[in-house]
């Protein structure tokens, strides 16, 4: 889940189903937002949050290097909203780092696993309301596609609107396609759902099984998002369950009668797919994998929310997964 600083939800009208009854799980979704507003919503990362992980992978600045995309107007930063997710992977044993310039072979070389999180073209840095075009050109998709295809590893964050059209391209490149809107479960929480195992929305994975010596992960906390369809070959880990609906907005945040509602029943939140050497992993949403403070009362909201008490064991293994450690 992510706000610009400058949001404004606008109107909030009460959006009919064909038969002209409201839909249930709106309300829900407006109070939540009306509860929050534009500017007491801001997201703020929470420097005082310590992931806990189990024994390191590796000794301290020995693992592979990681490098979090900040050239494209990402929302998340390591000195910001995703500062959390770079301490996690430094207390694994990971050498993380921030990249600001464009993907090239070269700036590639020596990386082990690319990070983009969050991703805007400069149209939308400051307004959110489409069009969404790219933030990528073609020639730094097909750098990374072909730096994957030859033993790299890519892990593609793409929120709600209007994260997923920015990331549109580079997540069709590996057969992802987005939906550049609003997943919302049929309670119409917004705020946090508990994905879980014993639901299906947790599938088997050696990520989320934990092999012979590690737990299994049984439940994994979001926060909003959007939903994708996966390219064959590729397992969803993260699955939604029936009537869970993407909201489509013109402009994010801002929904009406008329906002277009597509049925994602079935559709993923996470998924990882083997390509050529390499490996991806793409997720549609972004708090998970970070630990923050929102609204006026600095709610938890990531991986220190307690209700995602699993959630920094699945980043961790999923990264471990993606890099081909253990």
């Known amino acids: 889940m992510a706000r610009p600083s400058s949001a404004s939800p606008g109107r909030a009208f009460l959006p009919r189903s064909g038969n002209g009854r409201s839909v249930p799980w709106l309300p829900v979704l407006?109070?939540?937002?009306?509860?929050?507003?534009?500017?007491?919503?801001?997201?703020?990362?929470?420097?005082?949050f310590v992931p806990e992980i189990g024994s390191p992978a590796f000794d301290r600045g020995t693992g592979p290097r990681v490098v979090l995309d900040e050239a494209h107007a990402n929302f998340?930063?390591?000195?910001?909203?995703?500062?959390?997710?770079?301490?996690?992977?430094?207390?694994?044993?990971?050498?993380?780092?921030?990249?600001?310039?464009?993907?090239?072979?070269?700036?590639?070389?020596?990386?082990?696993?690319?990070?983009?999180?969050?991703?805007?073209?400069?149209?939308?840095?400051?307004?959110?309301?489409?069009?969404?075009?790219?933030?990528?050109?073609?020639?730094?998709?097909?750098?990374?596609?072909?730096?994957?295809?030859?033993?790299?590893?890519?892990l593609l964050i793409a929120d709600h609107m209007p994260f997923p059209g920015a990331a549109a391209d580079l997540g069709r490149a590996f057969g992802f396609s987005f939906s550049n809107g609003f997943a919302m479960d049929p309670g119409g929480r917004g705020g946090v759902v508990v994905l879980r195992r014993a639901d299906g929305g947790v599938a088997d994975h050696p990520i989320t099984t934990g092999g012979d010596r590690d737990e299994p992960i049984d439940s994994v906390a979001v926060f909003t998002g959007q939903a994708f369809r996966s390219p064959p070959g590729a397992v969803d880990l993260l699955v939604l369950s029936d009537g869970w609906v993407s909201l489509v907005p013109d402009t994010a945040w801002q929904f009406h009668a008329s906002t277009p509602r597509v049925d994602v029943s079935g559709w993923a939140q996470g998924s990882v797919l083997e390509v050529g050497r390499g490996?991806?992993?793409?997720?549609?949403?972004?708090?998970?994998?970070?630990?923050?403070?929102?609204?006026?009362?600095?709610?938890?909201?990531?991986?220190?929310?307690?209700?995602?008490?699993?959630?920094?064991?699945?980043?961790?293994?999923?990264?471990?997964?993606?890099?081909?450690?253990?």
């Open 30 to 48: 407006l109070l939540t937002l009306a509860a929050t507003g534009p500017l007491a919503a801001q997201q703020l990362g929470d420097s005082a």
């Open 279 to 326: 490996r991806v992993a793409v997720f549609g949403e972004a708090a998970m994998f970070t630990a923050q403070r929102a609204g006026p009362g600095g709610a938890a909201m990531g991986m220190n929310a307690p209700q995602a008490h699993q959630n920094a064991r699945f980043v961790a293994r999923l990264v471990r997964w993606l890099t081909r450690t253990r």
């Open 76 to 154: 998340h930063t390591l000195s910001g909203r995703f500062q959390a997710f770079g301490r996690l992977l430094t207390l694994d044993g990971f050498v993380v780092e921030a990249g600001r310039t464009p993907f090239t072979p070269e700036s590639l070389e020596d990386v082990d696993l690319l990070v983009v999180a969050n991703a805007l073209s400069r149209r939308n840095e400051d307004d959110w309301s489409l069009p969404t075009p790219s933030a990528f050109t073609p020639a730094e998709i097909s750098a990374v596609h072909t730096w994957v295809e030859g033993g790299g590893a890519l």
